[in-house]
């Protein structure tokens, strides 16, 4: 008899761990289900459990059909002046026709700007500093300049110029196309170059 008692003794124990386990659990979810909801209801995304259950309601709660907006207040403002700064500072010229290149020759060059070749931007330095080296084995100057973007890192631009006229700029655009490379044209305020 003292065997029996031992043995429900022992599954009771089990039985009751399990159960203290479930309720621990239950207990530690709840738990962080209510402080990450209150830590993200500021309007910043919802994560976690609490964002879990936030997607549910709004899935629930979504009308079917919304109504498009107007196009007015679909657009919204640029975060950064970046948009309005660069065309102000860097212009990319369109690829020269065959008729092209000869009249302007004949104009005077536009004063206050020079021109620049971007023959390529990678996002590795030393990939750049390859194509720098073998520009300059070609007889072409290249400098790289370092850009970093917002959110997807920093990029490495080999750059050829200034130059002062776009018969220059033609000039080493059609030695950079005889290599197999095809750059962006550039007209750049003296200034910042």
């Excluded at 390859?130 to 370092?146: C, D």
């Excluded at 997807?152 to 750059?159: A, L, N, P, S, T």
Aim: zero cysteines; proline letters at 6%; glycine letters at 10%.
């Amino acid at each position: 008899m003292a065997k029996a008692r031992r043995s429900s003794s022992r599954s009771g124990k089990k039985w009751r761990g399990l159960l203290l386990l479930t309720a621990g659990l239950v207990v530690g979810a709840g738990l962080m289900w209510v402080a990450q909801y209150y830590l993200y209801r500021d309007g910043k995304p919802f994560r976690g459990l609490a964002g879990l259950v936030a997607a549910g309601r709004k899935a629930i709660d979504k009308p079917k059909e919304a109504k498009p907006q107007p196009e007015v207040e679909q657009q919204s403002k640029p975060k950064f002046d970046f948009y309005t700064i660069l065309p102000e500072v860097e212009t990319v010229l369109p690829e020269p026709k065959s008729g092209a290149r000869k009249t302007a020759r004949t104009e005077a060059p536009e004063a206050g700007v020079v021109y620049v070749l971007q023959a390529a931007s990678y996002g590795n330095l030393n990939e750049a500093d390859h194509l720098k080296a073998k520009l300059a084995l070609n007889g072409l100057e290249a400098r790289i300049e370092k850009i970093s973007i917002q959110g997807k890192g920093d990029y490495y631009r080999v750059r050829l110029g200034p130059y002062p006229s776009l018969d220059a700029l033609d000039t080493a655009d059609g030695k950079l196309t005889k290599l197999g490379l095809k750059a962006i044209r550039l007209k750049v305020k003296k200034g910042a170059a």
